[in-house]
């Protein structure tokens, strides 16, 4: 059989597609068929090991349907076969032009954003899990099989390449940002760290250079003047540098399945449009810590961030060990077994993983894994506008405030789903009395009096011998009807707890009304 593959690379998309193409290329050819690769150019050629073509395409002047007559002018020389497309600009008109001459048309789409007319459409962005969120209206083509799971990744199912030396006794951290990209960032983000007085001398940074990466001489001038700083040429050697890597620091990649399928601790953040993911899909995989936009240029803050999640590497390390979907490095053997099995059916793979929870209201202590989902909430119009600050706080703050803080939170749910976020936090300690800041914020608009009535009175019997103390902005009136009903007093304005308040949450006393509780 032959296969033929029509991808292609650039500084803005990347290696990428050229990558996992070979990667099923080997796959194929395993099972003795041929393996054909056509590009704009030949300049991919250093990539791959198979037998390439080039179309010749211009870089100004791009047309679907004059890009499909060329390629199947040179494939028709060669025979019918199976054409697997990996190209963002090719879609529906591409496709129905090339399924005239050819056996299937094989797709390997991850952005979901056009119509398209294949036989097969692969799709493992962990954004569509686990529920369904693919749009399978955009496919013209009946009939069509679906492989949208993230276990069905490409990833390399190659093991150790090369063994590099890394010693016991360091704590090394990984940065990479695909085959392309600016390595601007990274060198910024490392010279901050070297500077930053509480950085640990037993760490030590790695950085592996991407084949179209630029800007490359940056990292190297740093790693001469500066032990602790490594760097690698990709080549294959990506899955041996991250299996031996305590935590890792990059794009949502190719990287993004093999820091999964190792359980290496990650942050992580997007580069470009084909990345784009939520953070909660992320979190099927085991990734909790995933930066902004916004995040990424506040090199200081992200250092500040690296350092700190160091420091607490046992709690990172914890996040990703049991995740919702479990990756393992099968996805293409899994793709050939679809594609030639006759008793395909067409459906989709949804996670085995079940919850289950108790009908009642439910609290738990609030972990690590509810780290997002915490800011999400505090994000909230309707907690924003009645809160002490009701400026959005950004990922990259809330990380660090959230490995650094002493707060205890919990979470009320009801049937599963998450209601109320609420905390307590102690204060002061004046003339022997404990004062105890009590809060609370809504998941959704389902949390009612009732919701708050149950968590805060669980709240006030866990703690005894405690005074509750807690600040209500004045246009809150659900919080103040639940304060008034409770019978919490107003404070005194003169009382030396809102003096605390007021310093160490920067408040404007006048829009808050104070009250205490003795529990």
């Not at 019918?80 to 129905?96: H, M, N, Q, T």
């Not at 490594?230 to 899955?239: M, P, T």
């Not at 919990?410 to 003339?431: H, Q, R, W």
Request: with cysteine.
């Amino acid at each position: 059989m032959n296969i033929f593959f029509r991808t292609n690379y650039n500084n803005k998309i990347g290696i990428g597609h050229i990558i996992r193409c070979n990667r099923l290329a080997n796959e194929f050819s395993k099972l003795g068929h041929n393996c054909y690769f056509f590009f704009d150019n030949l300049n991919s050629v250093r990539f791959i090991n198979y037998k390439s073509f080039s179309l010749n395409t211009k870089k100004n002047v791009f047309n679907e349907l004059s890009d499909a007559r060329n390629f199947c002018k040179y494939t028709r020389k060669i025979g019918k076969g199976y054409v697997i497309v990996d190209d963002y600009r090719l879609g529906y008109s591409w496709e129905r032009f090339v399924s005239k001459y050819h056996k299937k048309v094989i797709l390997i789409d991850d952005l979901n954003n056009k119509e398209h007319f294949s036989d097969y459409i692969i799709n493992y962005n962990p954004k569509n899990f686990p529920e369904i969120k693919y749009n399978f209206s955009f496919n013209k083509k009946k009939g069509s099989k679906f492989l949208i799971h993230p276990n069905y990744n490409i990833i390399s199912q190659k093991k150790i390449i090369k063994n590099y030396e890394f010693k016991k006794n360091f704590f090394y951290i990984t940065f990479y940002i695909g085959g392309g990209g600016n390595l601007i960032l990274i060198s910024k983000i490392i010279l901050s760290m070297i500077q930053n007085k509480n950085l640990s001398k037993n760490i030590k940074f790695l950085v592996i250079l991407g084949d179209l990466a630029k800007n490359k001489e940056l990292i190297k001038k740093i790693s001469k003047k500066n032990k602790c700083v490594e760097f690698y040429e990709k080549g294959d050697n990506l899955y041996y540098i991250i299996k031996k890597t305590d935590i890792f620091v990059g794009t949502t990649g190719t990287a993004l399945f093999e820091t999964a399928f190792l359980k290496t601790p990650s942050i992580l953040f997007k580069i470009s449009k084909n990345q784009d993911t939520d953070v909660f899909s992320l979190e099927n995989l085991g990734h909790f810590i995933f930066l902004d936009y916004k995040s990424i240029n506040n090199i200081k803050k992200i250092s500040n961030l690296i350092i700190l999640l160091s420091e607490n590497y046992k709690r990172l390390s914890q996040l990703n060990k049991n995740p919702l979907i479990k990756i393992d490095n099968k996805g293409s053997s899994r793709i050939l077994k679809n594609i030639f099995s006759k008793s395909l059916r067409e459906k989709i793979i949804k996670s085995k993983k079940n919850f289950t929870f108790d009908k009642n209201l439910k609290i738990e202590k609030v972990n690590d894994r509810n780290i997002n989902h915490y800011l999400y909430c505090r994000n909230l119009n309707l907690n924003r506008r009645n809160s002490s600050n009701n400026k959005k706080i950004t990922t990259i703050d809330h990380y660090n405030w959230w490995f650094a803080t002493q707060r205890k939170s919990y979470v009320l749910s009801e049937n599963g789903k998450k209601i109320l976020y609420f905390y307590d936090e102690e204060i002061a300690l004046i003339n022997k009395k404990k004062y105890f800041l009590s809060g609370w914020f809504a998941c959704s608009t389902d949390c009612s009096i009732r919701h708050i009535l149950f968590a805060l009175d669980w709240q006030r019997r866990i703690r005894k011998n405690v005074i509750w103390i807690s600040f209500v902005n004045k246009t809150n009136h659900l919080a103040l009807k639940y304060s008034k009903y409770v019978g919490w007093k107003i404070l005194n304005k003169n009382n030396k707890v809102i003096s605390l308040l007021k310093q160490n949450f920067n408040l404007d006393i006048r829009k808050f009304i104070f009250f205490e509780r003795q529990a």
